[in-house]
């Protein structure tokens, strides 16, 4: 097949593009410039970052392949950087990479890859894509601790049969291992853990965007006032830390972000438990009348999956009725949705 690779600079991407090129595909690497041209120093490193396409475009000449740097800045602050900071202005804690994923990786670069005549897209990501019941299915990468499917529950439907992820049936000491064999000059490169077009800390960006708006902080049982925040941006459903009381009868933690009345509502830990939740921006990778009423939700990257019911199931939203509790249900953060290892679908948490 002809394939378009998204090289992002990284390790991941680029065993998958090696391992394409060894199957015989006729590959295309690209990375997406996201950056502005002014950007601090400090998000040199980081990916998509302009070492980053430096270090993609050697690799792409060490494989023996095309490289093209395609410019997505407009998409980009369009898709992602605006409604991140939109969603925090709400007192929402958004997720850019799965916003990133559907609209940019999975959505512009898609129909970048039909402009060149090619026949799939392929990407780092640790996530295996096979045949369920005669229909293309996504699920869980092989390394458990590194399955990256969670990020990709926005994936539009029509795509999932146009994506090839070569390295989702590995761990991620085998795709170092294939890069130091081959030489690849990434082999070694740490992971990025930051957020791409911050620069430093997440706080310092939202103030310099934002700016400072003070409120309240109340008690959610009493009323009172026991503080002032500087700004609904920078907090989170169950932070605990950083809210500036001086009281110390008793541990208080973020149970509720009122962004018009700039007010945090504070409460004890059990205040912050949720068993019931709706989603918005839903979206679904089979037909919605074929999802199993039981099923497991995944409410954050790094958590476990726990059991759960779908309620009230639309086109674009969905109530989810949880088996046990869980502490500091965000909204602005996704909800994933699986059945086994099988990714389903999942919305933004309303």
Excluded at 119 to 144: E, M
Aim: one cysteine or more; glycine letters at 10%.
């Amino acid at each position: 097949m002809k394939v378009l690779a998204a090289m992002s600079g990284g390790v991941d991407s680029s065993v998958s593009a090696l391992l394409l090129h060894r199957q015989g595909h006729q590959v295309i690497g690209a990375m997406m410039r996201f950056w502005p041209d002014q950007r601090t120093d400090s998000t040199f490193e980081t990916c998509c970052s302009p070492d980053a396409a430096y270090q993609a475009r050697r690799v792409a000449r060490q494989v023996g392949i095309p490289f093209y740097l395609l410019d997505y800045r407009e998409v980009f602050d369009r898709s992602i950087r605006r409604p991140f900071l939109e969603a925090y202005r709400e007192g929402k804690t958004p997720n850019p990479c799965v916003r990133c994923n559907t609209f940019v990786k999975f959505g512009a670069l898609l129909e970048q890859a039909r402009a060149l005549g090619c026949d799939a897209v392929a990407t780092g990501h640790y996530v295996r894509h096979r045949d369920a019941f005669g229909t293309p299915g996504l699920f869980r990468g092989s390394d458990s601790a590194k399955d990256q499917s969670y990020f990709l529950w926005g994936t539009p439907g029509d795509a999932a049969a146009r994506l090839i992820f070569p390295v989702g049936h590995l761990r991620k000491a085998q795709v170092r291992e294939l890069a130091l064999d081959a030489g690849l000059i990434t082999a070694g490169k740490p992971e990025s853990q930051d957020i791409c077009f911050v620069p430093g800390a997440l706080r310092e960006y939202l103030s310099s965007e934002l700016g400072h708006a003070p409120g309240p902080i109340r008690d959610l049982a009493s009323g009172e006032v026991l503080g002032q925040h500087q700004g609904v941006q920078f907090y989170t459903i169950g932070q605990k830390r950083g809210l500036g009381l001086t009281r110390s009868d008793q541990e208080r933690y973020v149970v509720r972000i009122d962004a018009e009345a700039r007010t945090l509502w504070v409460g004890a830990a059990q205040d912050c438990l949720s068993d019931r939740l709706t989603a918005e921006q839903a979206n679904w990778l089979l037909d919605p009348e074929d999802l199993p009423e039981s099923l497991e939700a995944q409410l954050r990257y790094r958590s476990s999956a726990v059991r759960a019911r779908l309620y009230a199931v639309q086109k674009d939203s969905f109530t989810l009725q949880l088996a046990e509790p869980q502490f500091a249900v965000t909204p602005g953060q996704s909800v994933v949705l699986y059945q086994g290892d099988r990714l389903l679908g999942g919305g933004v948490i309303a």
